[in-house]
């Protein structure tokens, strides 16, 4: 365990603190499903925005942002947010149309790849959160009849707890290989958390397992408080980001999977605006600036 744990239940694991970051990236991948040119569909959603009374109001079309593309908040970071979504789609179905069909999404908040992704066959995605997240998920979907495309098997328990027994409970096999991913999650995480997790993960995975995350490698993250992206979700939405991101320097979470044996790859997002011929650009006091994406694979033995 990495620590001790101060348990919710029900709406308010997603209307507060960290747990309010779902919603802003659910009505980012609402308005990114709505662009003429999205880069990823999610037609679930807008109806988690409309389904919180936290974010009454939000938008979830583009048409609805009076400034449009902008407006640092719903322009360019919830394109930040489609391009990521995007991003992590490909990876996750590569990964599983080789070797992997254990999915295991840490912190996977209000996610619903289980339903959108076209699987393989034989792929079971376990979702690791908090009870009410995955509660108020549950509802919301269930009230829209939603169908997963895999076998799902939602597991609601804080990461500071047990997860790992709770996911062996749960029926992962740690002699299959697995495709992790942790999805706007070490953000928030101490130091010793996210150290704790990525050695978890290289100690449950086997040969030909697989894990993409996100961190942030910014020396001083309150070098860029006053960017438009920080500032604006703090006035337009309340959410103050750099408040719930933990501040201590970052742990070399790519260094140590490779120092296991991993094959790993580090990208900004930028490199995939270029991919994809859409996405944010690099702009002065930018707070993306220190945003990566990093690839990760067991080679088998």
């Given at each position: ?20 970051t ?18 990823a569909?999610d ?8 389904a ?10 583009m048409?609805?942002v ?16 489609g391009?990521r ?24 908040g209000?996610?619903?790849?289980a ?7 034989g792929?079971?995605?376990f979702?690791i959160?908090?009870?009410g997240v995955?509660a ?31 996911l062996a409970?749960?029926?992962f096999?740690?002699?299959?290989p ?8 070490l953000?928030y995480?101490?130091n010793?958390a ?14 030909g ?16 408080r006053?960017?438009?992206?920080y500032?604006?979700?703090?006035h337009?939405?309340g ?31 930028f490199d ?14 930018d ?8 690839f990760?694979?067991?080679?088998r033995p």
């Open positions: 365990m990495v620590g001790t744990v101060h348990r919710h239940t029900g709406a308010e694991d997603v209307e507060e603190g960290v747990g309010l779902a919603l802003l990236v659910a009505a980012a991948r609402a308005i990114e499903t709505h662009r003429h040119d999205s880069l569909r037609v679930y959603a807008e109806h988690f925005v409309r919180a009374s936290a974010c009454a109001g939000w938008p979830v079309r048409q609805q009076p400034d449009g593309d902008a407006n640092p908040l719903w322009g360019r970071f919830a394109r930040y947010f391009l979504t995007r991003v992590l789609d490909d990876f996750l179905l590569r990964s599983t149309q080789t070797h992997a069909r254990q999915v295991i999404l840490l912190g996977a209000l996610d619903t790849r339903f959108r992704l076209d699987w393989p066959p792929c079971v995605v979702e959160d908090r009870e995955l108020f998920k549950r509802k919301v979907l269930d009230g829209l009849s939603a169908t997963p495309a895999a076998a799902r098997v939602p597991i609601p328990i804080d990461l500071r707890d047990d997860w790992v027994g709770a409970d749960a029926g096999d740690p002699a299959a697995s495709v992790w991913l942790a999805e706007g999650l953000f995480l101490t010793a996210e150290t704790y997790l990525i050695d978890t993960v290289d100690r449950l995975s086997t040969g397992s697989a894990l993409a995350f996100e961190v942030k490698l910014d020396k001083d993250l309150l070098e860029y006053d960017s438009p992206l500032t604006s979700t703090k337009q939405i959410i103050d980001l750099l408040n719930l991101f933990a501040r201590e320097p970052r742990p070399d979470s790519a260094g140590a999977l490779s120092g296991k044996g991993w094959s790993t790859s580090v990208h900004t997002p995939f605006t270029h991919r994809h011929g859409r996405g944010p650009m690099p702009e002065p006091n707070a993306l600036a220190g945003n990566r994406w990093v990760a694979n067991k080679p």
